[in-house]
């Protein structure tokens, strides 16, 4: 069976801090999908990234950047210079990458964001 | 093009009674989910569907029912609602082609008392 760990419940960080977000998984698949999705205040859920198995190259996208480490099961999610706009639930989420199974997400319990000025 | 679109927004049922929460998506994309957002335990797939007229289960599909009778739509059915159904639902949808990304509706937020 899948599953996603992120053990952060909640992080509170001042403005233009740099911050993680963790996220470990387990999975018996060879080749899947991980994601990141962004739940604003408002409620809808924004895609942020898919990454695949056989992919270890790390993203950048602005001030986002994330590092995927399949020796430790791990897809870990940086901002960098923290914005008030960043506060908002992120999920990490795993899914099998066959036809078909990629529709099934497993999501973690997510990590609230709180960015202060 | 309006992606995943889900009505109601706000539902409120009495324990017992039953109702469908729709889902429709303009992307022609094969694949559609449901799932349910409770506190502290992110989203869980309910069922989903790879096409018209497959359906299976998924994590928690219990007390709900689905049927896929076109491609654009996907509703999911309440028979007999519980207080232990109140949450958020999210119905999403993907395709093959191109990215693995699931587009996801903006929600129907369900209370039954």
């Known amino acids: 069976a899948q599953k996603v760990t992120q053990a952060q419940t909640e992080i509170s960080v001042v403005e233009k801090e740099d911050v993680t977000l963790d996220c470990v998984y387990e999975t018996r698949d060879t080749t899947y999908y991980l994601f990141w999705y962004k739940q604003p205040p408002s409620g809808e859920l924004v895609f942020l990234i898919r990454r695949n198995s056989f992919d270890e190259q790390n ?59 | 093009n309006a992606g995943v679109t889900q009505t109601p927004k706000f539902q409120v049922l009495k324990t017992g009674q039953s109702m469908t929460l ?68 999210f119905c999403a949808s993907s395709t093959d082609r191109g990215k693995y990304e699931q587009y996801f509706g903006p929600g129907t937020r369900l209370t039954v008392t």
């Open chain 2, 22 to 89: 729709q889902c429709a998506q303009d992307m022609n994309h094969e694949y559609m989910s449901w799932y349910r957002q409770d506190p502290g335990m992110g989203l869980r797939l309910i069922h989903y569907s790879v096409g018209a007229g497959i359906t299976d289960q998924g994590e928690v599909p219990n007390g709900y029912n689905v049927s896929r009778s076109t491609t654009e739509d996907f509703p999911l059915r309440l028979l007999s609602a519980a207080p232990s159904q109140t949450s958020v639902y």
């Open chain 1, 59 to 117: 993203e950048i996208s602005g001030r986002y950047s994330w590092n995927f480490q399949k020796s430790t099961s791990s897809f870990n999610f940086t901002i960098t210079a923290s914005q008030v706009v960043d506060s908002a639930v992120y999920f990490c989420a795993l899914s099998e990458a066959n036809t078909g199974t990629a529709s099934k997400l497993t999501f973690g319990t997510g990590t609230r964001l709180q960015v202060m000025l």
